[in-house]
């Protein structure tokens, strides 16, 4: 059809088979058994390191029989929106157990992470306010603000003296500061009592994706909030059910008044299926696990701090983690496809992460952790990355 086929850009792309035909393609991989600390994939096993199972509860067995028993009791679909036919009692009873949770007075559960990010940012910022997003939030944040009437301005990461200036910038507007508690590709938290102290100073409002801090940062696994001690200080919270409940989902929290506008006018909630039976019943033997075995959290922890302070003793440049998200710096998005190879077919199944989600020159083995990893499967993990490493010159 020529330059005027809107399919064109597609028969134009090349990259997927020119990474396929050097056998550095890392995607779409065929997982054939249950996600854990090892997966078989295309019939090999491989100890996994690019898992969000954080805490391993993805094959817990009471979070398996709860969602097997709500598929029993209620089917497998909602067959509607949560707006008319697809809200169940126990959609109510999660929704009220992980508010309670994370100490907000009310919530509402969307179909996924991504719908609930896009439908609460849509909804809470119109036309002349503001986000102050940091710039490395999550892609869903960015398309919820993108979706919105409002106008957005990004701050350099984690970068209090840039984030004031855009404050100044827009003064005079209504603004709502939107940062992910743990940043999912570098591993650091957010700075939450200096951006609590600059939205005091400058009127606005603070949403925080717990997404990766949820299960992970706190006493009791609450997040961002309880780590700091200041969940009072988030207006509106996120967190997905995909990470350490075990689930998929997400979970929108704050004051009843913000949660019943977030239902009434959310598209993403609105014009979408509800979350099917099965996945809310897992989510709500995740909650549960998570106040009844406090020792997964602690394993984890100690964990992310055993792996990171192994990989900078071999010599690998990390960021300033502080999370069971730790990412390996490695150089050109070609070392790192061929890193993810060698590391693959040694038996280590990581995430080759490249440009534009991260700067030019500066692509990463990012690499996550689960609560259930054995000594035995870390060192194994070390061992294979401290070779391969040193055969790519990267240690």
């Known amino acids: 059809m020529g330059k005027l086929d809107v399919l064109q850009k597609c028969f134009d792309f090349t990259r997927a088979n020119e990474l396929r035909n050097l056998n550095w ?25 690019c898992s969000n199972n954080y805490l391993g509860l993805a094959n817990h067995p009471k979070v398996v029989e709860a969602s097997m028993a709500a598929a029993k009791k209620y089917g497998t679909s909602g067959t509607g929106s949560r707006l008319l036919n697809g809200t169940t009692d126990l959609h109510y009873k999660v929704e009220k157990k992980f508010a309670d949770f994370v100490g907000k007075e009310d919530a509402i559960l969307f179909t996924t992470g991504h719908h609930s990010n896009l439908g609460a940012l849509q909804s809470l910022v119109g036309k002349g306010e503001m986000f102050i997003c940091d710039k490395l939030d999550h892609a869903s944040i960015i398309d919820g603000c993108r979706l919105s009437f409002g106008e957005m301005v990004r701050f350099r990461h984690n970068d209090m003296d840039d984030l004031e200036r855009q404050l100044k910038r827009y003064e005079d507007k209504a603004k709502l500061i939107v940062v992910d508690g743990i940043f999912s590709m570098e591993g650091d938290i957010a700075k939450l009592p200096e951006i609590s102290k600059l939205a005091k100073k400058y009127e606005c409002r603070i949403f925080v994706d717990e997404a990766h801090s949820l299960g992970v940062l706190g006493e009791n696994g609450r997040g961002t909030g309880e780590y700091f001690n200041m969940t009072e200080d988030i207006d509106v919270l996120m967190a997905t059910a995909s990470k350490s409940l075990a689930s998929v989902g997400g ?145």
Do not use: C
Request: aromatic residues 8%; without cysteine; positive net charge.
């Open 251 to 395: 979970f929108i929290a704050g004051k009843k008044e913000v949660i019943d506008y977030i239902k009434s006018v959310a598209r993403s909630l609105i014009f979408t299926a509800s979350l099917p039976p099965s996945s809310v019943g897992a989510i709500d033997a995740a909650l549960d696990i998570i106040k009844e075995e406090p020792q997964r959290r602690i394993r984890l922890l100690e964990t992310a701090q055993k792996m990171l302070s192994e990989f900078k003793r071999l010599g690998f440049k990390t960021t300033k983690s502080q999370s069971p998200i730790i990412p390996l710096i490695v150089g050109s998005d070609e070392t790192a496809f061929k890193m993810w190879r060698m590391l693959f077919d040694a038996g280590v199944f990581a995430s080759p992460v490249i440009t534009p989600a991260v700067p030019e020159g500066q692509a990463i083995i990012r690499t996550s952790y689960i609560a259930s990893h054995t000594d035995e499967q870390l060192n194994f993990i070390l061992e294979k990355f401290e070779k391969i490493g040193k055969e790519l010159g990267i240690i």
């Open 25 to 49: 393609y890392p995607y779409f991989n065929r997982v054939e058994t249950a996600q854990g600390p090892e997966v078989i994939v295309d019939g090999a096993k491989k100890i996994v390191v």
